[in-house]
């Protein structure tokens, strides 16, 4: 057996069981990446986006398009 064979390398990431529960969980809410953009707002508009984060008044991310 040669060194290119015999070496392996991995990662840990969970178990089976873990990727599982997580598959399922996020198959039950039917969670989608669009859920957690609360809103876009144009660069020019930032103080007016940022005065509404700091109201609390945002569930979510608030972006800032350029």
Request: net charge negative; aromatic share 8%.
């Amino acid at each position: 057996m040669s060194w290119l064979t015999s070496f392996r390398r991995g990662i840990n990431a969970g178990s089976k069981m873990d990727l599982d529960d997580l598959c399922a969980a996020l198959s039950a809410t039917r969670i989608q990446f669009d859920d957690i953009i609360d809103s876009v707002h144009p660069f020019e508009n930032a103080e007016e986006a940022i005065e509404k984060v700091w109201q609390g008044k945002v569930v979510g991310k608030v972006l800032l398009q350029l």
